[in-house]
């Protein structure tokens, strides 16, 4: 379901596959081929939300922002870029993630965080805010640590992920889901 605020409508690419049971509310910017599952609710109302392309967010995630202030000019928007892997039931509230990236079921990270491309986020991990996930590494626990560098399959799973979501959006999308 797509909702406009303050006359603002989710703007979604070609392609993109959004299940009917989710909600998308206001300043969303969704780009080519990715994909919103059940239960998704994201909230663009207290700034803005962008999605790169082919990136999927699972069954139950909860995306949301914070409102600029005299502290803090920007506020903090949420930004995901190409390729990420946003697993079932994850928070993520103004912050940052990069491309090739996949965040573990029930994860949550919180504001202001960067996370590097190509990075795994385990499950369950808590990501306080304000921290940088660096590139190339497996981050676990909570809060979370550096855990150790992720192996070459690692890595190319991570495109491999996405991938695999691009080819299962597209198959909902010829079923008329
Ligand atoms: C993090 C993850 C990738 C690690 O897998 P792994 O290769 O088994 O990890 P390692 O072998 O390096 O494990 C190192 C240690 O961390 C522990 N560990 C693994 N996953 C963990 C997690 N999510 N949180 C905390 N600790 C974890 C292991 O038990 C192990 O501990 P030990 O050394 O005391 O036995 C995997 O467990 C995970 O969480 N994947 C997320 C999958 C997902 O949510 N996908 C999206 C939905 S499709």
Redesign the pocket.
Same mark, same amino acid.
């Given at each position: 379901m797509l909702r406009s605020y303050k006359g603002i409508t989710p703007k979604l690419a070609e392609g993109v596959y959004v299940d009917e049971s989710s909600i998308l509310v206001g300043d969303i910017n969704i780009g080519k081929d990715s994909s919103i599952w059940p239960l998704v609710a994201a909230r663009g109302d207290v700034n803005y939300i962008k999605i790169g392309e082919r990136t999927n967010v699972?069954d139950g995630s909860v995306l949301h922002l914070t409102r600029a202030s005299e502290s803090n000019p920007k506020g903090y928007p949420l930004i995901i870029g190409d390729d990420v892997?946003i =697993?079932?039931k994850v928070m993520l509230h103004g912050c940052t993630l990069g491309n090739r990236i $996949?965040?573990?079921?029930?994860?949550i990270v919180m504001d202001n965080v960067t996370v590097e491309d190509d990075v795994?986020i385990? =499950?369950?991990?808590l990501i306080p805010p304000n921290k940088t996930l660096e590139s190339g590494h $497996?981050y676990?626990?909570s809060p979370a640590k550096k855990?150790?560098p992720l192996s070459a399959d690692?890595l190319a799973f991570l495109k491999v992920?996405a991938q695999n979501y691009v080819q299962l959006k597209d198959e909902y999308l010829e079923e008329g889901q």
């Open positions: 699972q892997t =697993g079932h $996949l965040v573990g079921m029930g994860a795994i385990g =499950g369950g991990a $497996l676990v626990g855990s150790r690692e992920s």
